[in-house]
């Protein structure tokens, strides 16, 4: 199956850092890709779609500045978390859209645990 | 209404037993629908998807959609404990950008 690799898988950072967490599709092109944030127990919640050569298009009480993702390439998106503070310690995860006949598949990387401390 | 529901469980059963795992779906117009399993502190990871038309068996996975109820389920036969996880169902919907819904998800335990 498609392969999509997140890092760092664990990040621990001071209060007022800034921290990107990449999302790789290793051995497929993808247009399109996802942020979600998750915390414990709770479902995922999609931060943003990433688009490639455009503008992310976020979701409802998402900030855009606090979260600012780059799409650059078919196979690269990265999230930065703008000065972090102890509330955005979360679990971050990407996903991949690969589109196939009819069918859309998104695949997931293996997440990022961020702590800010 | 949402578009997909699931019951958040958690769900605790004894090993070897069939597991059942359901989501209800609003959205009329799909037509193939995916399962997800995600285990503790990972992301999730594709386990299966089917056409809304019939049921797929893979292993001891089996997939079967009630399109007159717009029931989904899972079963999952001879449950093993590392099959526990947590158990998403995903609608794909057509809005922009390639967008899935996700249920809440249903967090399974399987009792040695």
């Known amino acids: 199956g498609a392969v999509v690799s997140q890092h760092p898988s664990w990040v621990i950072c001071k209060s007022g850092t800034s921290v990107k967490i990449e999302c790789r599709s290793l051995?497929?092109?993808?247009?399109?890709m996802f942020w979600y944030r998750q915390f414990p127990k709770q479902s995922l919640m999609l931060m943003a779609t990433s688009n490639e050569g455009s503008k992310a298009t976020y979701e409802q009480g998402v900030e855009k500045d606090k979260f600012l993702i780059n799409h650059a390439s078919l196979t690269l998106s990265t999230l930065t978390v703008t000065s972090a503070h102890p509330e955005d310690s979360s679990f971050y995860i990407c996903?991949?859209?690969?589109?196939?006949?009819?069918?859309?598949?998104?695949?997931f990387g293996a997440g990022t645990r961020l702590s800010v401390l | 209404q949402k578009e997909v529901e699931q019951d958040p469980g958690p769900l605790s059963v004894p090993e070897g037993a069939i597991v059942s795992l359901n989501c209800t779906y609003s959205?009329?117009?799909?037509?193939?629908f995916m399962w997800y399993r995600q285990y503790s502190r990972k992301g999730p990871e594709l386990l299966m998807y089917t056409y809304s038309s019939g049921n797929k068996e893979d292993g001891r996975f089996t997939a079967q959609v009630d399109k007159s109820s717009k029931y989904i389920s899972l079963f999952i036969r001879d449950s093993q404990p590392s099959d526990s996880a947590t158990y998403l169902c995903?609608?794909?919907?057509?809005?922009?950008?390639?967008?899935?819904?996700f249920g809440s998800g249903t967090r399974l335990s399987i009792r040695p």
């Open positions: 996903s991949a859209s690969l589109l196939t006949g009819t069918k859309n598949i998104q695949y």
């Open positions: 959205n009329s117009a799909f037509q193939y």
């Open positions: 995903a609608d794909p919907t057509y809005s922009s950008a390639s967008k899935i819904i």
């Open positions: 051995d497929f092109q993808a247009t399109t």
